[in-house]
């Protein structure tokens, strides 16, 4: 495996628009570098015997029955709203698609 380099980061930061310095690329690269060598570490040691787990203390899921209760109608879920079209919220668009 090859390690994750400056210009890996800064292709990752564009498709993300995450505008970073040379400096904040740099640093990156060198902390995600670090977790990889960790996790090639980790993979030396795992074996065939121990069980994976996603948290190193046992945790049950607690869960309840889905039951159905008292709901908003729609007039009470959009009375609290900035806008409305009487029946949906209404928004602004977001990410320059505003007409």
């Excluded at 498709?15 to 640093?27: F, M, N, P, S, V």
């Excluded at 069980?51 to 159905?68: F, G, K, L, Q």
């Excluded at 879920?77 to 990410?95: E, K, N, Q």
């Amino acid at each position: 495996m090859s390690d994750i380099t400056t210009a890996d980061v800064e292709h990752l930061a564009s498709l993300a628009r995450i505008d970073l310095t040379q400096d904040e690329l740099a640093g990156f690269a060198s902390q995600l570098v670090d977790i990889q060598h960790l996790i090639a570490k980790v993979q030396e040691v795992a074996t065939p015997e121990v069980t994976a787990t996603s948290h190193p203390i046992v945790m049950p899921n607690v869960t309840r029955p889905d039951v159905v209760g008292e709901t908003l109608t729609p007039e009470e879920a959009l009375s609290g709203a900035p806008d409305d079209d009487g029946t949906r919220f209404r928004v602004t668009a977001i990410l320059g698609e505003e007409q």
